[in-house]
C-alpha cells in the first residue's frame, strides 16, 4: 500500500495493520551471548587501571548530592554502590557497566523482534551489536555514556512497541526511563525531541495524541525533578559545562561528525545500517516504525548543530543495524555466509584492540590514535608515586600547613585514590565538582604541592615561588594527557584560599 507521507490518518491505518503477533523471543541463544559478553568484559575488568572519569565518580560518589556541575548524580551512586558491594577495585567497580552491557545485548534482540525478526535474526542483531567499537568502549568503563547508550536503547525499544500496537499506555514505562536517563546524563532529551518530530513528521501520529502521553511526561519529570531542581538551585551550572565543551570542541567535532559515524560500529557494518536505513523507510510492513529512519537523520543535524559528539548518534545507528540484519540474512541466501563471517571476523579483533585492554600498556599508540581512552587508564599509580616524591620535598615541620593541589578532577581523583597508601593528604582541585569540596582552610597557608599538565603552565600565577620538582612518567611510554605532568613545589598562595578559590574553579 502506497502511503503519502504527510497523511496522517492513513499512517494511522497503517500502524492498525501492523502485526500485533511477534516472533518468539530467542531467550536461550540470547542469554548464552549475553554472558560470554559478560565474563569476557569481567576477566578484561582488571587490566590496566581505571579511568580518569572513573577515579572522578569515585570521589563523586563519597560526596552524594542530588546533582554536580557537570552530571546527574546516577552514575557517582553507582559507582559507590558497586564498590559497596563488591569491593574497592576496578572489577568491582565495573560491574554496572558490565550488567548495562548485557542489559544492551537484550534490549537489541527485542528490538529485531519488535521490527519482526525471527530468531535467528535477534542473535544475529545482538552480535553485531555486541562487537560493534562503541558499545564494547562503554561496556568496558563505568561511564555515564555507559548508561545513556543503554537507556536510548530500551526507549527506542518501547516507542516501537508503542507505534506498532498504538497502545497509549506504553507512554508510561517511556516516560519512567527518560526520567532515569535524564539522571544519568541530560541527552536523552536529545532523543525525546528526536523522535517526538519523527512520529509528528511521518506519523503514526494518533500515538501524540494519547492522554498516556502527558501521563508519561508527568511520570519522567517526576523521576527527575530531585536533579533539575538541584540544578535550578545553583543556577544551571551544567549548561556552563555544556556551553565550554561546545566552545572549545565543537568545531572538532563537526569535522570529524560523519568519519565516526562509519566506523563508530565498524566501517564493515555500514552496509548493513544503510540498508536498515532503506527497510524502514521503504518497506510498506514496516511504515509503522517509519519515524525511527527519519530520527537518525533528524538527530544528526541536531548534534551538528550543537557542536556535540558523534557517539551522541551511535544508539539510533544500532536501531539501523538491527533493522538491517534481516536484508542481510535474505542477502546470505542469495550470496552465501563469506562476506558477512569474514566483515565480522575483520570486526571483532580490530574493535577488541582499539576499545579493550587487550594490548600490553605500552603497545597503545596505535589503537589510541582511534580511541584516546585506553591511554586514560594507564599511570594514575605513577601519579600518585611521583606527587608523593613532591610531598617528601616538603619539610616535615611545614606538612600540616601545606596543600596538594591539582589541575583536574583525574589528578585529584588519582591522588584521592592512591593518595592515603602513600601518606599524601586530601588533594584538593578547583576543577567541576572539586571546586565545590573546597577550598582548603585558610589556615592552610604553608607550602602548595602544585601537579598540573605538562604545558598548563598558567596555573603557576595563583602561587608564589614555583619551581619543577618531579617529572610524571606512567612507564610504559604512553602518551596521555598526564604524561609528563609536573610536580610543582610552590612557597604558598597569591591570596588566602577562600578569596583565591572563585579564579580557581573552572569546568573544562
Known sequence: MTVPVGDGGAMDRERDDA???????????????????AVV????????GYHRDELYFLAAGDHLAWGYVDQPPLTPLLARASTALFGD??????????????????????????????????????????????????????????????????ICWLLLRLLRTGDG???????????????NKYLVALLV?????AVLTVGPRRVLRSPWLLAGAAVGLAVAAPNLWWQADHDWPQLTVADGISTDDGTENRILFVPQQLIYLSPLFVPVWVAGWLRLWRDPALRWARATAVAYPVLCVLVLGLGGKGYYAVPLLIVLLVAGCEPLIAWTRRHGRTWPVVAVAVTVPINAMVTLPVLPPSALAVPMALN???????????????????????????????????????EAGALDRYGPARGLPR?????????????????????????????????ERYFTDCRRVARVDNGHEVENEEQGAAVVLCSGTTEPWSRLWPSLRHYY
Open 427 to 459: 588533594p584538593y582541585s578547583g576543577h567541576m565538582s572539586y571546586a565545590d569540596w573546597g577550598p582548603p582552610p585558610d589556615s592552610a597557608d604553608g607550602p602548595v604541592l602544585l601537579v598540573r599538565q605538562e604545558d598548563a603552565h598558567d596555573i
Open 89 to 154: 577495585s576496578t572489577v568491582a567497580l565495573r560491574v554496572p557497566a558490565t550488567l548495562a552491557f548485557v542489559a544492551l545485548i537484550f534490549v537489541v534482540a527485542l528490538v529485531a523482534r519488535e521490527l519482526g525478526g525471527d530468531r535467528r535474526t535477534q542473535v544475529l542483531a545482538a552480535g553485531l551489536a555486541g562487537v560493534g567499537g562503541q558499545p564494547l568502549a562503554v561496556g568496558h568503563m563505568m561511564s555515564t555514556a555507559t548508561f545513556d547508550l543503554a537507556a536510548w536503547l530500551v
Open 169 to 183: 499506555r506504553w507512554w508510561l514505562p517511556i516516560g519512567l526511563c527518560v526520567g532515569g536517563g535524564l539522571l
Open 193 to 197: 525531541v528526536t523522535l517526538l518530530a
Open 41 to 48: 568484559l569481567t576477566a578484561l575488568s582488571g587490566r590496566y
Open 19 to 37: 502485526p500485533q503477533e511477534l516472533p518468539r523471543f530467542a531467550l536461550a541463544p540470547v542469554a548464552c551471548l549475553a554472558a560470554v559478553f
Open 372 to 410: 584516546k581512552e585506553q591511554g586514560e587508564q594507564v599511570g594514575w599509580p605513577a601519579l600518585a608515586d611521583t606527587t608523593r616524591q613532591g610531598w617528601n620535598a616538603i619539610p616535615e615541620r611545614e606538612r600540616a600547613r601545606a596543600v596538594v593541589f591539582t589541575q583536574n578532577y583525574g
